[in-house]
Every structure is written in C-alpha cells, then in structure tokens.
C-alpha cells in the first residue's frame, strides 16, 4: 500500500511513520523523513512481510526540529495492504505562524495536532533557546517572563502626553513600557494633555511647564486701560493670551446738553464705563436744551411740557405771580436786586440798608428783629412762613444795595458803593467784606461755588471795569481787577455759566446807549466783545458758555447762541425798559419791564410773509415799576421793584 501525505507546518520538522501488522503488534516498521519543509507532500510505500497478514496499522508523528524534538502531531489509521496497492491519503497541518521552527504551545489544537514549544507563536523572537531579555514577554518560553533581569520605574501617563504622573504612588516597575505609562515624570497634572514639563505656558490659569508658576510673563491681575472711560485687569482669553478686560460695565450714555442728568430723547449713546461730559445714562429728555424739562420733572404752567409726558396737563387754574401782603417793611420801599438760593428761599435788597429773608428757620433768631409784620425778640424761635412772609434783615448791612448774590447754602453777597459785604442767614454781616478802590461803583454781581466750597465772585463795575474775588479760607479775600477790552465801557451786569464762562454786559460808552456786550473764560480771558446800537443793556441770564441772554432798554432782548450776538426786539412800547431777565432753556426766557410787566418769550414760528416772535404777558398783580428777577427753576420765581413790590410765581 502507499500513504500520500501532504504537509504544512514547521521547517526541519520530522515526520515518523510506524507500520505494525494486527497479527504481529509487536513488529513495527519505523521510517524518519527529516528536514521537512513548510510545506511538503511526501509518498510512502508499505509492504507488510511474508505471513504478516493484510490488516496493519500506521501511526504518523511530527516532532519539531528534527526526529528527536518534541512530538506535535500525531494520527493512527487501520489499513489494509491489498494488491494492487492501494493509496492512503493523510493531511497532516502543525500551526508555525511566525516561521521559527518552533511549533505553537498555546493551541486550541485539532485534527491532530499537539502542543509545541512557541508559547508566542505570533512573535518570531519568542521560542526556546533565545537569550531572555527584559521587555515583559517570556522570551525562551521557559514560563517567566524576564527572569533574572533588574526592571526599570515607569509614571502613569493617563493623558497619554508621553509625561508621567510625578507622583511616585501612581508609577509601578516593568521590564517594558506598559500601555499608560511613561519614562518621563514631567507631567504635575495627568488629566490635561497639554500640561507637562515641554509644554509652552499659555494664559489659562494653568501651570502648563509644570514650574510651579500660573501664567507668568502675562501678568494676569495688572491693572490696565481698558477704552471706552474702562478701567480693566489683565485677563486671560480664549486663544491664550492676555488681555484687558473690563471691570465695570460697559454702559450707553446719551446727549444731556443741559446738564439735567437726562439724555436727550433718541440721541445716539455713546458707550462708555463711566460718564462721559455732557451725556446721561438714560433718554427720556424731550428738550435737551432745557435742564427743566424731562422726564418725571414738574409740570408746571408755563405752555411747555415739562414732563415729557404729553397726556399730563398744567394745571393753571390758580397760577400767576402773586405779591405778598403782609411784609416788615415801610411802605414804598424799592427793591433792586433779588439773590434765590433754594426754592421758596430768597434775599431781596434796596436802598436804604433794606434786606429782607424769606427762609424756614427751625432754629434760635440771635438778634431782635420782625417777621411777618410783627417783631420777634433776641433768641425766640421763628416757626416758618406763615402765609408767605420774610424776615426783616433790614440794617444789618448798611448801604444802598445795587446787586445780590447768594451761595445755595444762603451766605449772600451785597454790591454797594465800592464795596462787596458778607451776610450770614444768622444775621452776621460782615460790612466791607471786600472793599475796591474809593471810585469805585459795584453795578452787578454773580458768582461760583467751587467743588470745595470755595467761592469766587465776579463784580462789574461801572467804570468798565469787571472783579474777580476770591474768597480765601481765613475768610479774607483776593482781587483780580481787569477791563474787558480798551473800550471805555460802562457796566451794568454779570452772570456765570457755571465755571466754564462769564457773561458781562453794559453800553460802550458812559452815557451812550451803544450795548456792549463780553464773554470770558474763567481766568478772565477776553472769548468775544459784540455791540449793539441804541441801547443799553441792564441785565443778563447765562445757561452755559454757548447760550445766554441780555435785556436792555427800549424792551430789546438778545441772545448769546454758539458765539453769536442777536437781537429778539418786542412789539412793545419804546418808552418801556426791560430791566431782569431770567432765562431757563433756550428760547424760556423771563423778563421784567419798568411798566410793571412779566413778559415770557417763547421763540418764533414760522407764518406767512416771515417768523412771529412769541412773546406773553403774564400780568402780574401791581402797578409798580419792577427792577429785578431771580428764579431756582421755572416754578421758583422772584420779581421785585418799586413801592414794595415783592411777587413769586410757584406757591
């Protein structure tokens, strides 16, 4: 018989075929084919002997690396030797799957084949009789891996950066990198791959180099410019970087030309962390030339809508200006000059050392005096108006009183001759406070409260020449006499627009009736000098350094307007002089006249063949020639002139 056998296993393994006959186990025939290739296919011829018998058996075995390896295939088969012979196929396949000669000791194993000595059969380094080396695998396959051999320290790398945790508890040794680890320790934070020793340092609160250092060289927390009025801190960003960041809000702030606290309604914001000059954070302001109309201010009745509310109505029922009836002077006392400084508070001066109050004192009245037409002695106390009466200051300044002025507070200051005096609401005068030379003659006075309390006034002369005095802290003064230009002017007003500018005003000449009109800054710096013809002009209301307005003889009124000088004349008698004026917004304009009439001018409109100016007569209850008004607001308003004439719109 013939056994065809094809094989695919190890190289140089040893195939071994045993014959035996069934009558005779005993004698076995034993054939070796060594040096097999991978894959062979081999024929073999059995003839059994004389008398043995046709029924054999056969017994093939594969030993790797020659005939005396170890076993790693084996099959018996029954067979019968007939004649012809006949053929035995055998298949016979040994798992070698890294070519090392080593047949694989892992399994499974069917069809034969039995374990070899390849305990990794995928790893053609890995076999018996190699040199162990330490890198985690059984290299010789004598069942330890790395034995004998020193291991080395690896980091956990969680973030599998290639930089080791640096904590020592979550390192372990091995012959071999295990997944997970690494031979670099360099890693302070195993949970962001972007952190370890090579990292570059960026801005986000991290140590990224693992130097024990958070963001430095981008000086995280300095304080920095941020635009806008913003004050900022450097912080970090998205990119990684610093930068300024805001640390207030960044807010719209909207046109408040008026100064009321109130932006102008649909003006453009402006955004900033801070206010800017002349803007408000809100805009609800209907008129923003007027600091009082706006929102939620007081409706008052004088044809505007303060409240910027249209559906609100003045109430006019029982307005007007009323006059006092019961007063601590003589009659026919005239008065020059009005000095307000809160509402329902003013001083009211004449000829003739006359000074009165109208005032709320809750407190002890240190000299004898009257109050509401009857006297008060030393040290009583004086309840409060009544019905609207003043108190009777009258000789404790001395003088005929030409100009008043008083600080909110209610010190008010006297022009009288050539000198200013100083008068406390306690009655303490002091007379001559600040004297100018002997020819001089104080025709108007106004003045500054500095953010310290320090006051500066301005006087003008009626030489043509204007003071600057400045009240010093030990209560004394300093001067600054200067004249406006080279003109020889005679002055008869003055008024501030805060301490941004001042407004004089007069004739050109003594005795002329040619207006003269200067505006200069706060340091007495001549700004502009205007004229006008034929007149004189005798009072004067600022709003700001762009806006004010003049009265003058001859019932003219003009207007100061963004450096512009012009004329707003009246239909009314030439005979007539305006002598106040009080001014609350642009075209809100008060004035008084010698024929005992409150005019309010409103503007022009636009009619046919040319602009109407819009002048009213609020008919104010008396006969007098008036000569002075002062107001806080347009619901605070005094006039007063002859024959003892004092009358107030608002009560």
Same mark, same amino acid.
């Given at each position: 018989?013939?056994?065809?056998?094809?094989?695919?296993?190890?190289?140089?393994a040893? @195939?071994?075929?045993r014959?035996?006959?069934?009558?005779?186990?005993?004698k076995?025939?034993?054939?070796?084919?060594?040096k097999?290739?991978?894959?062979?296919?081999?024929?073999?011829?059995?003839?059994?002997a004389?008398?043995?018998?046709d029924?054999?058996?056969?017994?093939?075995?594969?030993?790797?690396?020659?005939?005396?390896?170890?076993?790693?295939?084996?099959?018996?088969?029954?067979?019968?030797?007939?004649?012809?012979?006949?053929?035995?196929?055998?298949?016979?396949?040994v798992?070698?799957?890294d070519?090392?000669?080593?047949?694989?000791?892992?399994?499974?194993?069917?069809?034969?084949?039995?374990a070899g000595?390849?305990?990794?059969?995928?790893?053609?380094?890995?076999?018996?009789?190699?040199?162990?080396?330490?890198?985690? @695998?059984?290299?010789?396959?004598?069942?330890?891996?790395?034995?004998g051999?020193?291991?080395?320290?690896?980091?956990?790398?969680?973030?599998?950066d290639g930089?080791?945790?640096?904590? @020592?508890?979550?390192?372990?040794?091995?012959?071999?990198?295990?997944?997970?680890?690494a031979?670099d320790?360099?890693?302070?934070?195993?949970?962001?791959?972007?952190?370890?020793a $090579?990292?570059a340092?960026?801005?986000?609160?991290?140590?990224?180099?693992?130097?024990?250092?958070?963001?430095?060289?981008?000086?995280?927390?300095?304080?920095c410019?941020?635009? $806008?009025?913003?004050?900022?801190?450097?912080q970090?960003?998205?990119?990684?970087?610093? /930068?300024?960041?805001?640390?207030m809000?960044?807010?719209?702030?909207?046109?408040?030309d008026?100064?009321?606290?109130?932006?102008?309604i649909?003006?453009? /914001?402006?955004?900033?962390?801070?206010?800017?000059?002349?803007?408000?954070?809100?805009?609800?302001?209907?008129?923003?030339?007027?600091?009082?109309?706006?929102?939620?201010?007081r409706?008052?009745?004088d044809?505007?809508?303060?409240?910027?509310?249209?559906?609100?109505?003045?109430?006019c029922?029982?307005?007007?200006?009323?006059?006092?009836?019961?007063?601590?002077?003589?009659?026919? $006392?005239?008065w020059?000059?009005?000095?307000?400084f809160?509402?329902?508070?003013?001083w009211?001066?004449?000829?003739?050392?006359?000074?009165?109050?109208?005032?709320?004192?809750?407190?002890i009245?240190?000299?004898?005096?009257?109050?509401?037409?009857?006297?008060?002695?030393?040290?009583?106390?004086?309840?409060?108006?009544?019905?609207?009466?003043?108190?009777?200051?009258?000789?404790?300044?001395?003088?005929?009183f030409?100009?008043a002025?008083?600080t909110?507070?209610g010190?008010?200051y006297?022009?009288?001759?050539?000198?200013i005096?100083r008068?406390?609401?306690?009655?303490?005068?002091?007379?001559?406070?600040?004297?100018?030379?002997? =020819?001089?003659?104080?025709s108007?006075?106004?003045?500054v409260?500095?953010?310290?309390?320090?006051?500066?006034?301005?006087?003008?002369?009626?030489?043509?020449?204007?003071?600057?005095?400045?009240e010093m802290?030990d209560g004394?003064?300093?001067?600054?006499?200067?004249?406006?230009d080279?003109?020889?002017a005679?002055?008869?007003?003055?008024?501030?627009?805060?301490?941004? $500018?001042?407004?004089?005003?007069?004739?050109?000449?003594?005795?002329a009736?040619h207006?003269?009109?200067?505006?200069?800054?706060r340091?007495s710096?001549?700004?502009?000098?205007?004229?006008?013809?034929?007149?004189?002009?005798?009072?004067s209301?600022?709003?700001?350094?762009? &806006?004010?307005?003049?009265?003058?003889?001859n019932n003219?009124?003009f207007?100061?307007?963004?450096?512009?000088?012009?004329?707003?004349?009246?239909?009314?008698?030439?005979? =007539?002089h305006?002598?106040?004026?009080c001014a609350?917004?642009?075209?809100?304009? @008060?004035v008084?006249?010698?024929?005992?009439?409150?005019?309010?001018?409103?503007?022009?409109?636009q009619?046919?063949?040319?602009?109407?100016?819009?002048?009213?007569?609020?008919?104010p209850?008396?006969?007098?020639? &008036?000569?002075?008004?002062?107001?806080?607001?347009p619901?605070d308003?005094?006039?007063?002139?002859?024959?003892?004439?004092i009358?107030?719109?608002?009560?």
């Amino acid at each position: 018989m013939k056994i065809a056998v094809g094989y695919t296993g190890p190289r140089d393994a040893c @195939l071994v075929v045993r014959v035996a006959s069934v009558s005779k186990p005993s004698k076995v025939e034993e054939r070796r084919l060594d040096k097999l290739t991978a894959t062979a296919n081999r024929t073999i011829g059995v003839i059994p002997a004389d008398g043995d018998g046709d029924a054999l058996t056969v017994e093939l075995l594969v030993r790797e690396r020659g005939c005396e390896g170890k076993q790693v295939w084996r099959k018996a088969l029954s067979a019968t030797a007939a004649r012809p012979a006949a053929l035995l196929e055998v298949s016979i396949v040994v798992r070698d799957a890294d070519d090392d000669t080593f047949a694989d000791a892992t399994g499974p194993f069917t069809n034969g084949q039995e374990a070899g000595t390849d305990c990794a059969d995928e790893q053609n380094a890995v076999h018996p009789g190699v040199e162990e080396r330490c890198n985690g @695998l059984d290299d010789d396959c004598n069942g330890v891996r790395d034995d004998g051999l020193p291991p080395t320290f690896f980091f956990a790398d969680s973030d599998h950066d290639g930089f080791g945790d640096n904590r @020592l508890d979550a390192g372990q040794t091995a012959c071999v990198l295990p997944p997970g680890f690494a031979t670099d320790a360099g890693d302070c934070d195993d949970t962001r791959p972007f952190v370890h020793a $090579a990292a570059a340092e960026t801005c986000d609160g991290l140590d990224d180099d693992c130097d024990q250092q958070t963001d430095e060289g981008f000086f995280v927390g300095d304080g920095c410019d941020a635009g $806008a009025t913003c004050s900022g801190t450097l912080q970090c960003t998205d990119a990684g970087t610093s /930068a300024c960041a805001r640390v207030m809000p960044l807010l719209g702030w909207y046109p408040d030309d008026d100064g009321d606290g109130h932006g102008l309604i649909d003006g453009g /914001a402006v955004l900033a962390c801070t206010q800017p000059p002349g803007r408000a954070p809100s805009a609800d302001d209907c008129d923003d030339t007027n600091r009082f109309i706006h929102t939620g201010a007081r409706e008052v009745c004088d044809g505007r809508d303060d409240d910027c509310d249209p559906t609100t109505l003045e109430t006019c029922s029982d307005a007007g200006f009323k006059g006092f009836t019961r007063f601590p002077l003589p009659t026919n $006392a005239g008065w020059n000059a009005i000095a307000p400084f809160g509402r329902g508070f003013t001083w009211v001066v004449g000829d003739g050392n006359q000074i009165v109050l109208r005032y709320f004192f809750a407190a002890i009245v240190p000299d004898a005096g009257q109050e509401d037409g009857g006297e008060v002695d030393a040290g009583s106390v004086i309840p409060g108006f009544g019905d609207g009466g003043f108190i009777n200051y009258t000789g404790k300044c001395n003088g005929n009183f030409r100009a008043a002025w008083a600080t909110p507070q209610g010190r008010v200051y006297l022009g009288e001759g050539n000198q200013i005096d100083r008068l406390e609401l306690d009655a303490g005068c002091l007379e001559g406070w600040h004297k100018i030379e002997p =020819s001089a003659e104080v025709s108007g006075l106004s003045g500054v409260v500095a953010g310290d309390g320090g006051v500066t006034l301005y006087a003008t002369l009626r030489d043509g020449r204007a003071v600057q005095v400045r009240e010093m802290g030990d209560g004394g003064a300093r001067e600054r006499t200067w004249a406006p230009d080279a003109s020889n002017a005679e002055l008869y007003t003055v008024t501030t627009a805060g301490s941004e $500018a001042l407004f004089v005003a007069g004739t050109a000449q003594p005795g002329a009736s040619h207006g003269y009109f200067a505006r200069l800054d706060r340091d007495s710096t001549i700004l502009s000098v205007a004229g006008a013809g034929q007149l004189r002009v005798q009072a004067s209301s600022a709003l700001g350094p762009s &806006l004010a307005y003049f009265a003058g003889s001859n019932n003219t009124l003009f207007s100061f307007e963004d450096a512009g000088y012009r004329v707003l004349s009246g239909p009314f008698s030439a005979a =007539s002089h305006f002598v106040g004026v009080c001014a609350f917004g642009l075209n809100q304009v @008060l004035v008084v006249d010698t024929e005992a009439r409150i005019w309010r001018y409103s503007g022009t409109v636009q009619a046919d063949g040319g602009s109407i100016e819009l002048w009213v007569d609020l008919k104010p209850s008396t006969n007098s020639s &008036l000569r002075a008004i002062g107001a806080t607001a347009p619901d605070d308003v005094w006039v007063a002139g002859d024959n003892n004439s004092i009358l107030h719109f608002g009560e």
